[in-house]
């Protein structure tokens, strides 16, 4: 019997030892744990803003022009008039005429499709021609389309359809967006340390980040611009080119 119960109260030391030890082990995990919770949710998201004033590098000019009647051969004969007026005029205003290209020909019979019943056209013909300028002298042709009133002298009316006129591109995005990414994250880090520093923090490692989108805008219109400023940007000679970045950092104690 005394054996028996020696043995017995030896095997329950080890078992309470190794349970207690289990729980130390346990509560420092769990702690552990805790803690890089804690940590985990102390960030901050801050936003970098870059803008960069740039000039078009391409100008895309459509001068439409349409002539109506019901003489077809007239018709024609006047459209060809216009358009060698069109070329005098832009040739005067010193445009190559490797930067010209002439549209199709388009003729619209107003009385193909007619029913009976209904009020017909003024002149059963119109005639249509497009003139496209498209240059990278930008400066060249937004001093030619203050111009056209020589055109409209002329008797000829060029259309003023929205969407279809002067329109001013910038085709060198690529060439500046690794700077201004760049810079755009700078200005990130900047506003994160200065939160830091109001809040008794460090700023960490990178949590997250965010490019953001480009924009392209009318200069002259800058951060206050909405959709319709995207709207207008292609009127714009200037533009201003906006990234905006937004950032996670972690913050340390």
């Known amino acids: 019997m005394t054996s028996s119960n020696a043995n017995g109260h030896g095997s329950v030391v080890p078992l309470g030892v190794l349970l207690a030890l289990g729980l130390i082990i346990g509560g420092w995990v769990l702690g552990s744990q805790i803690k890089a919770t804690r940590l985990a949710d102390r960030y ?8 960069r004033t740039v000039k078009s590098d391409l100008a895309i000019w459509p001068l439409t022009y349409k002539e109506a009647g019901d003489d077809l051969a007239l018709l024609y ?15 005067e205003q010193g445009i190559q005429s490797s930067e ?22 003024p002149h059963r013909y ?22 056209t009133m020589q055109l409209l002298q002329k008797g000829i009316v060029l259309n003023s359809d929205p969407g ?8 060198g995005l690529n060439a500046i967006k690794p700077d201004m990414i760049t810079e755009a994250t700078r200005n990130a880090r900047a506003a994160a340390d200065r939160f830091a520093a109001d809040s ?7 949590r997250q980040a965010n490019q953001g989108t480009f924009s392209i805008l009318p200069a002259d219109q800058g951060g206050g611009a909405g959709e319709e400023g995207y709207a207008n940007a292609d009127a714009s000679l200037m533009k201003t080119v906006r990234v905006v970045t937004t950032v996670e950092y972690y913050l340390d104690k």
Request: net charge positive.
């Open 77 to 91: 004969a006047k459209t060809e008039s216009d358009k060698k007026t069109i070329l005098q005029f832009l040739a």
């Open 200 to 206: 008794g923090s460090k700023v960490g490692s990178i």
């Open 44 to 51: 901050v998201t801050v936003k970098g803003l870059v803008e």
């Open 126 to 147: 119109i005639v249509q021609q497009q003139v496209m300028v498209r240059t990278s002298r930008v400066e060249q042709v937004a001093a030619a389309a203050q111009k």
């Open 164 to 171: 279809q006129g002067l329109a001013y591109k910038f085709t």
């Open 100 to 121: 010209i290209e002439l549209g199709v020909v388009r003729v619209v019979d107003t009385q193909a499709n007619e029913y009976g019943g209904g009020n017909r056209a």
